[in-house]
């Protein structure tokens, strides 16, 4: 099994841009998350889907859109790039709600907004 | 708010055993405690997880005292290895399951 797989590993926006960020994971899990990690900070969620079409808000959610067509993926959207969203992007996995179990982390995408 | 509190820092030395508490209030009587380990340039590695008393596993163990206001991990016999950031993680159920990751306690192990 890969786990939680994310693409790309580093990318540079500029100021405006869009992109999405992938995540996709293999462990038939029907919870899946967004974090982002600013330097020196511990991790904030974004988004979170507990089955394929359904979405919620995390606590940092402005900026970004989500979606989930499928249990596998989970990709996350940013439309208008500010550069307050230079950050270390990780996508994670559980089989269920992520404070009674385990979260499976994917490796991150590390995002600079110029 | 509610929210979860750990050191910035700590150091030791190796063959020394570690003990980082993290304090949470408000955390839901059915919710669990997590604690992960993370390593630059990964993502977080799940560590150990418990509910009450005393949980051990074959790296580490969770200390929660009855009021579940604090958690303690112990890392027992820490080796250069262990150098990482460990955070603990709560959901916070009276906030609609918010998930609360504390702010990581950087471990720092020297020979």
């Known amino acids: 099994n890969a786990g939680v797989t994310q693409t790309p590993k580093f990318r540079i926006l500029k100021i405006g841009q869009s992109m999405t960020l992938q995540c996709t994971q293999d462990?038939?899990?029907?919870?899946m998350y967004w974090y982002r990690q600013d330097p020196g900070m511990g991790l904030k969620l974004i988004y979170y889907?507990?089955?394929?079409?359904?979405?919620d808000k995390g606590e940092v959610p402005n900026g970004y859109n989500v979606s989930r067509s499928t249990t596998e993926d989970f990709p996350l959207r940013l439309e208008l790039a500010a550069p307050s969203q230079t950050s270390v992007y990780f996508c994670?996995?559980?089989?269920?709600?992520?404070?009674?179990?385990?979260?499976?982390f994917g490796p991150g995408t590390r995002l600079t907004v110029l | 708010l509610a929210k979860t509190t750990q050191p910035i820092s700590m150091d030791s030395y190796e063959g020394q055993e570690v003990n980082i508490t993290c304090s949470h209030n408000?955390?839901?009587?059915?919710?669990?405690i997590t604690w992960y380990q993370q390593f630059p340039s990964q993502g977080p590695r799940f560590i150990i997880q418990?509910?009450?008393t005393k949980v051990t596993n074959e790296v580490a163990s969770l200390f929660i005292p009855a009021d579940r206001k604090s958690s303690t991990l112990s890392l027992p016999r820490v080796s250069l290895s262990d150098t990482a950031v460990y955070y603990c993680?709560?959901?916070?159920?009276?906030?609609?399951?918010?998930?609360?990751f504390g702010q990581g306690t950087e471990l720092s192990v020297k020979p």
């Open positions: 994670a996995s559980s089989y269920s709600r992520a404070g009674d179990n385990e979260q499976f």
């Open positions: 462990m038939n899990h029907n919870y």
């Open positions: 889907s507990v089955g394929a079409g359904i979405t």
């Open positions: 408000n955390i839901a009587t059915n919710d669990y």
């Open positions: 418990g509910y009450k």
């Open positions: 993680l709560v959901m916070i159920y009276n906030q609609g399951g918010k998930l609360i």
